[in-house]
């Protein structure tokens, strides 16, 4: 296993792979541990459960969209990962577990560790998420 002392570091064998990869296949692996580890995790989830996705890399960030539609989108940031969807009005399920503190569109499962990632609520996320998805990045109906 590859150690480096800060997050955007890549141990030196990688950085030419890096560099001709997708963006946000990259973003996943420059991650520090666990956080990279719960990034392929999650991407693995999200690609066998709606295989059609497209994973591009947006703001900075990876995003999987279908049909032009962003379903979620991917943030290591203050300790945790956020996988985040797009609050649509009729995306109701898990409102007690999703977070959306201080963000009007955007509502998210955040795992600070391995262990708490649910997949069962994660793949009920995506699929919801699939079935209410729009055009664009508000809560749109």
């Known amino acids: 296993m590859f150690t480096t002392s800060l997050a ?3 141990p030196s064998q990688l950085n030419p792979y890096l560099s001709c990869m997708n963006p946000a296949e990259a973003y996943i692996l420059r991650q520090e541990e666990p956080f990279k580890a719960m990034l392929l995790e ?3 989830l999200i ?3 709606l295989p059609a996705m497209e994973l591009l890399y947006k703001w900075g960030l990876p995003i999987f969209y279908s049909d032009g539609c962003p379903i979620c989108y991917l943030n ?3 300790g ?3 996988v985040c969807f797009w609050a649509r009005k009729n995306f109701n399920i898990h409102m007690d577990i999703l977070v ?3 963000r009007k569109f955007v509502k998210s499962l955040r795992y600070r ?3 708490e990632i649910d997949g069962k609520i994660l793949i009920e996320c995506l699929e919801e998420a699939f079935k209410t998805r729009a055009k664009g990045f508000t809560a749109g109906d």
């Open 76 to 78: 290591v940031t203050k």
């Open 42 to 44: 999650i991407q693995v």
């Open 113 to 115: 560790n391995p262990e």
């Open 80 to 82: 945790y990962v956020d």
């Open 8 to 10: 955007h570091e890549v």
């Open 100 to 102: 959306s503190e201080k």
């Open 47 to 49: 690609e066998h459960t």
